[in-house]
């Protein structure tokens, strides 16, 4: 799990601004040839194959070639159709229709309608605990009107409803398949998907297979076979690729992007990607519930040189929790673009504080480098190493003063700012209130008029960024880095690999 | 005999250079080994920088001269704390005997029972990562050795004449036991401590290269390899070459002396 | 002999229970939570507490310690908390791993120690024995992650004879699998190549300044058919216990080699607990580790006593 923060944190980042957004499909590659195995290194081993209870990013690097949403995004981030083919909200935007797809059939035979949609969003409802109920937080019940036809009743408006179904909350699976599996569901959901790609069997810690699936409803894969392998340690990651052990990978160190790139057997590609990072204040106590102290800190950090010295220029320095590649960017918003040690001294000096960081290399070093930048305004960072896990349990309980914590970002921009900047939200462990704000992000989440919203989160972010809520520092990229032989992968900004379309040469 | 003074003599002059420059860091560094230089990062060995610089920019040299203040003080505690404990354990056991002996020889054998360092490694991640608790378990991963040294002496004086004598006369033996022991004990004891030292600091290395010892931004001979071995596919190999050569000389130093010291003061144990 | 057997049985028991409670203790000692390891970057206190609920987290710990070794003793070791794996089930299924490295390891270091041994004690006070008598103590001095990283610098990065990682297993390609083998075995096996040299070297020593020898010598056999058939035999017997004895070494030294080189064995397992505060993993494989250690030294112990009949014990 910490692997999330760390590639978030970590990631590497094409730093020429044109990397542009989205990578198009390779035209006048040849003709797609099918068949072949494609070898995927991930950063780290999966814990589960159940979108319901799952939690980690890589997991779904594997979701979404087995089992599929009832919408999907197209690499501008557009929502598009998926296994639901159109859908209308009524006036009050509290109901939401669905025409669901016809002739879909699930990887064990059994057919996909509402009714098995409906059961999905059952089993969320009844999971004791599953990060999808707050995804779901607006969803009051689910009805079946006919079999191609699945209704929503929402207890209040929600215009991320759509977004969070791209992901885990609206994916798929086979009542059948689900009841077979039983307990084992999350290690061998056997059958249960619909995608181009179906599970074949997964060791762990050693390999996870899926083979094509020849009756997939849309476009069949061309790869014959996709096996992932979790391989934690960057350097072997890096080098694997190059060797040719490993077609495809999604993360690498800063440090290796360089040789990567210059390698005339790879292909690199990058687009801006939908994460932050930064530190993390606690303003309920400490140090930071003086403003001052926090809009000291982020006046004194030199984002460029963090940029230039972790990440080896790979991304883009953050400037609010809204990246680049979303719709809602604010590219005026540049309060803390220079460090101004001079203005962070006037502001607040002479103060001290912990600021925990992940227990690997490249946070260590970025902790550093942070420390050395705010010494020069007079301000005492004392690193305090933690394994990840830990500084989540201390994030949580308000027991913490700054911790080097980032976030993977959300397709909707209410995904990056509502649960970490409302009052009371989910991911708000640094306590933050203003009820400013908080009135600007519920009002963006009840309209769907895109312009209005983007307004909303302009005043929103414009407020957070002066308050200092949380120190951000940059924003990684979504790369992709394979063997020359791979054709026809296209990025998206969600960073999550779509491999139905790759072939290979 | 002969041949095995010169060695002694080599290693000791190896190891009073390693404490020396360890010791005189402060003068002999010629940079600072925490404050960062970003500017500077990653440059190969050269004029400026003997050793080169790590990924912050901060001088090598000073780093592993540093480090040799961190590992090299470690090992000495754990040892000494081996010896402590362990020693007086062994004394305790073989003076009372009977009960007293059979539990803590129990308790020794627990610690036996484990290879040395994934106990090491089971302790520091019970306590928590850090220098402090490095030092103790090592220490407590020395303690058996030295319990067995001076429980084996205790037993060889208890039986003695004079000993039996005093216990008749109403004197306590246990002076004129401890008097006996130590002219004994101090050979074998000089050899033990010299390689338990080079092991301590392996181990001490070992444990930090996990992460499970010195934290950043301390300069350690052990975490600093783990640090630098990510960027040797990247060619910058000295960030990692540097320290670990530094553990091979004061390790080698260590069982060099030891060896020497055994083959010089035990005629029985000479190879 | 079947008293000394059932003497040290009888005092193995005590420490085995001692040593199953420290290694309980130890691990529920280790500071972080491994709920919010589990539920990562989507815990919050809810489904936290649910999850030590789910897992007896919340139980006090004497109660824990029944329980888990009411377990142990059916060889349950729990399920790992982070996939969820029977702990037993993921040392065994990784036990082959370790065992062919620890085997490669044991083959080199005596493939490489006992004829260099011995022929350094035939020619005691030569050159040959000098370098030899080097590094049987430059051998244990090197830490052995660097040898395996000095290894990955000069023979995968800057030669690129060899791959620096990964794993295929033997079944699957040999040749794919020896070939990922050679730098872990020849890291893990370095520190006993020099052990082993050392003794074969100085009971080598020791065995050929016996009079049967010189009598043999005398009798004007020629040096190889007496050290073939008299000298090494008599020679190998400490060898022999002291190659039991490394079976610790070999434990301790997977520990860092499969890290190093990430090869899918029980130490990367262990190593990789440690770090996801998997106290199921850590428990299991320190209780395995401690008590196949303990097995071993008896084994030795015992041969030793089998071979030598002129050692006594008391």
């Known amino acids: 799990m910490r692997r999330v923060v760390v590639a978030v944190v970590l990631c590497l980042f094409a730093g020429a601004c044109g990397g542009g957004t989205g990578g198009t499909a390779n035209s006048g590659e040849g003709t797609p040839k099918s068949g072949g195995t494609l070898t995927y290194a991930q950063e780290s081993e999966l814990r589960t194959l159940d979108p319901v209870a799952s939690t980690q990013l890589v997991e779904r690097t594997v979701f979404y070639q087995m089992y599929e949403s009832l919408v999907t995004i197209d690499d501008k981030l557009n929502i598009k159709p998926g296994l639901a083919t159109a859908w209308t909200t009524s006036s009050d935007g509290l109901t939401v229709t669905f025409t669901l797809r016809k002739s879909v059939k699930f990887h064990d035979g059994t057919d996909f309608d509402a009714a098995a949609a409906k059961s999905n969003f059952d089993r969320i409802a009844s999971a004791a605990v599953s990060p999808r109920k707050s995804e779901l937080a607006s969803l009051a019940s689910t009805e079946v009107k006919d079999p191609q036809t699945l209704v929503m009743h929402l207890k209040k408006p929600d215009a991320t409803l759509l977004a969070q179904l791209v992901d885990r909350a609206g994916m798929m699976l086979s009542p059948a398949a689900v009841q077979k599996a039983g307990a084992n569901l999350g290690l061998a959901p056997v059958g249960a998907g619909t995608g181009p790609f179906m599970f074949v069997e997964w060791k762990r810690d050693d390999h996870l297979t899926l083979k094509k699936n020849p009756s997939y409803w849309g476009k069949p894969a061309y790869l014959d076979q996709i096996t992932y392998k979790p391989i934690v340690n960057d350097d072997a990651r890096a080098t694997g690729l190059k060797t040719g052990d490993f077609d495809m990978i999604r993360v690498a160190a800063g440090k290796d992007i360089a040789g990567l790139k210059a390698d005339s057997n790879l292909t690199f590609k990058d687009v801006p990607s939908l994460a932050f990072g930064g530190i993390e204040l606690y303003h309920g106590g400490g140090a930071f519930a003086d403003k001052a102290k926090a809009q000291a800190v982020a006046l004194a950090l030199d984002r460029a040189q963090v940029l230039k010295n972790v990440f080896f220029d790979v991304g883009v320095v953050a400037h609010g929790p809204i990246p680049p590649g979303s719709w809602a960017f604010d590219a005026s918003e540049k309060i803390y673009d220079k460090a101004d040690a001079a203005k962070a001294k006037s502001t607040a000096t002479g103060f001290s504080f912990t600021l925990k960081v992940t227990n690997n290399p490249d946070s260590i070093q970025e902790g550093q480098l942070i420390k050395d930048q705010l010494a020069k305004a007079g301000i005492t960072a004392n690193i305090q190493t933690e394994e990840f896990g830990a500084i989540l349990t201390d994030t949580e309980g308000g027991k913490f003063e700054a911790a080097l914590v980032g976030w993977s970002g959300r397709i909707d921009p209410d995904g990056n700012m509502y649960s970490w900047f409302h009052t009371g939200g989910g991911n708000n462990q640094g306590a933050y209130s203003n009820p400013q704000v908080d009135k600007l992000l519920e009002d963006a989440r009840t309209t769907s008029d895109q312009a209005k919203r983007k307004q909303l989160y302009d005043q929103a972010q414009s407020l957070l960024v002066q308050d200092a809520a949380y120190v951000f520092i940059n924003h990684p990229v979504a790369m992709q880095a394979s063997r020359a032989t791979l054709h026809g992968y296209v990025l998206y900004p969600d960073n999550m690999p779509r491999l139905a379309t790759v072939w290979k040469s | ?271 | 002999m079947l008293s000394y057997l059932g003497r040290r049985l009888a005092l193995m028991v005590p420490v085995a229970f001692l040593v199953s409670v420290a290694v309980f203790l130890l691990v529920h000692l280790t500071p972080g939570d491994p709920a919010a390891i589990i539920l990562g970057e989507e815990g919050s206190p809810d489904t936290i507490a649910a999850l030590h609920r789910e897992l007896g987290l919340d139980q006090p710990l004497p109660t824990q310690y029944g329980i888990w070794l009411s377990r142990v003793v059916r060889g349950d070791l729990g399920r790992s908390l982070r996939t969820h794996q029977p702990v037993t089930e993921a040392i065994t299924e990784r036990l082959p791993a370790t065992m062919e490295l620890g085997l490669a390891a044991l083959v080199w270091s005596l493939a490489v120690a006992i004829p260099l041994g011995a022929l350094a004690a035939l020619r005691r006070g030569s050159v040959l024995d000098l370098l030899a008598s080097s590094f049987t103590v430059a051998g244990v001095s090197v830490p052995n992650f660097f040898i395996g990283i000095l290894l990955i610098l000069v023979m995968g990065l800057l030669l690129r004879l060899f791959p620096v990682g990964g794993f295929t297993p033997l079944a699957v390609d040999p040749l794919q699998n020896l070939r990922h083998l050679l730098l872990p075995a020849l890291t893990l096996g370095t520190a006993g190549a020099a052990i082993n040299m050392r003794f074969t070297r100085s009971s080598m020593i020791e065995v050929l300044s016996q009079d049967y020898i010189r009598t043999a010598r005398a009798k004007g056999a020629p040096w190889l058919r007496v050290v073939r058939s008299h000298a090494l035999k008599n020679a190998l017997i400490p060898v022999v216990t002291i190659v039991g004895i490394q079976v610790g070494s070999i434990i301790e030294g997977a520990l860092v080699t499969e890290t190093v080189f990430s090869w899918p064995g029980v130490g990367k397992l262990a190593v990789d607990g440690i770090f996801g505060r998997d106290y199921p993993v850590i428990q299991g494989i320190v209780l395995s580790a401690a008590l196949s250690y303990m097995l071993a030294n008896l084994l030795v112990d015992l041969a030793y006593a089998y071979l030598d009949p002129r050692i006594t014990y008391s």
Request: charged share 15%; glycine share 10%; aromatic share 8%.
């Open chain 2, 1 to 271: 005999m002969l041949r095995s003074r010169p060695r002694i003599v080599f290693a000791a002059g190896l190891l009073l250079l390693l404490a020396l420059t360890s010791l005189l860091a402060p003068l002999v560094a010629g940079h600072d080994p925490i404050t960062t230089d970003p500017d500077h990062a990653l440059l190969g060995p050269g004029p400026g920088h003997w050793f080169g610089t790590d990924e912050l920019g901060r001088d090598l040299f000073a780093r592993v001269l540093w480090g040799g203040r961190v590992s090299l003080p470690v090992a000495f505690v754990a040892v000494g704390v081996g010896l402590l404990v362990g020693g007086v354990t062994g004394l305790v056991a073989g003076y009372r005997g009977r009960a007293t002996d059979l539990l803590l020889m129990r308790v020794i054998d627990a610690i036996l029972a484990f290879p040395a360092l994934i106990l090491a490694v089971a302790i520091v991640s019970a306590l928590g990562p850090d220098l402090r608790n490095a030092m103790i378990a090592i220490g407590v991963v020395q303690v058996p050795v030295y319990a067995r040294l001076t429980r084996a002496q205790v037993l060889q004086i208890k039986g003695l004449d004079f000993v039996a004598a005093a216990r008749a006369l109403g004197a306590s033996p246990l002076r004129l036991v401890a008097r006996h022991m130590l002219p004994n004990l101090l050979n074998p004891l000089i050899v033990q401590v010299s390689l338990s030292a080079a092991f301590a600091i392996l181990a001490e290395a070992t444990l930090s290269f996990l992460g499970l010892g010195a934290q950043p931004p301390t300069p350690d001979w052990g975490s600093m390899i783990n640090d630098g071995s990510r960027f040797l596919s990247n060619g910058d190999w000295w960030l990692a070459i540097a320290p670990g050569l530094a553990i091979c000389l004061a390790v080698f130093g260590f069982n060099w002396l030891g060896d020497a010291l055994r083959d010089a003061l035990d005629p029985r144990l000479r190879g």
